[in-house]
T-cell receptor
Framework: AQTVTQSQPEMSVQEAETVTLSCTYDTSESDYYLFWYKQPPSRQMILVIRQEAYKQQNATENRFSVNFQKAAKSFSLKISDSQLGDAAMYFCAYTRNQGAQKLVFGQGTRLTINP | AAGVIQSPRHLIKEKRETATLKCYPIPRHDTVYWYQQGPGQDPQFLISFYEKMQSDKGSIPDRFSAQQFSDYHSELNMSSLELGDSALYFC?????????????FGQGTRLTVV
């Protein structure tokens, strides 16, 4: 079975600084997708960024980028120029690349932005 | 753009009562997923449907049942409610599976069992 582990229950960063959230996963599959979801106090699940396992290039979305290390099964999220609106729970998630598949989530990291 | 609609948004039930949660997927999405997120927990997959047939099953209690109807909306029926069923229930939908398909989440139904 696939598992996703986030070892940082809480992180904090000063506004405008950079923060990195860690995620490791375990799978025997070679073709899969990894995600970072943001869950603000509204509890809405918002997709932040997606990485395809067969792509070596790390995904980027504006201030958000990932460091995908396939051999190490590591998938960290870097948030640059942190903003107050980035404060939320962040979940790392995995799914197999076989059409519609369920998401397996990590335990989450609560990110606080200090003004 | 249309999003996934869940109703009701909030629901309060007493122990041993029954609850029905509804999910209306994005138009032309034929796959629906249900997740349960307990307080301070990560979302846990319950069950999914593709073209009105159950496609996968996770840690869904026997007291729960779900189905997808001809118009692709889905309902999660929960009977003999327990205090531990208090959680946020998410529905997500995705388009027909051709390669990777992204799942879009609804805003969730917050169920409180008292």
């Amino acid at each position: 079975a696939q598992t996703v582990t986030q070892s940082q229950p809480e992180m904090s960063v000063q506004e405008a600084e950079t923060v990195t959230l860690s995620c490791t996963y375990d799978t025997s599959e070679s073709d899969y997708y990894l995600f970072w979801y943001k869950q603000p106090p509204s509890r809405q699940m918002i997709l932040v960024i997606r990485q395809e396992a067969y792509k070596q290039q790390n995904a980027t979305e504006n201030r958000f980028s990932v460091n995908f290390q396939k051999a190490a099964k590591s998938f960290s999220l870097k948030i640059s120029d942190s903003q107050l609106g980035d404060a939320a729970m962040y979940f790392c998630a995995y799914t197999r690349n076989q059409g519609a598949q369920k998401l397996v989530f990590g335990q989450g990291t609560r990110l606080t932005i200090n003004p | 753009a249309a999003g996934v609609i869940q109703s009701p948004r909030h629901l309060i039930k007493e122990k041993r009562e029954t609850a029905t949660l509804k999910c209306y997927p994005i138009p032309r999405h034929d796959t629906v997923y249900w997740y349960q997120q307990g307080p301070g927990q990560d979302p846990q997959f319950l069950i999914s449907f593709y073209e009105k047939m159950q496609s996968d099953k996770g840690s869904i209690p026997d007291r729960f049942s779900a189905q997808q109807f001809s118009d692709y909306h889905s309902e999660l029926n929960m009977s003999s409610l327990e205090l531990g069923d208090s959680a946020l229930y998410f529905c997500a939908s995705s388009p027909p599976p051709r390669g990777y398909t992204e799942a879009f989440f609804g805003q969730g139904t917050r169920l409180t069992v008292v």
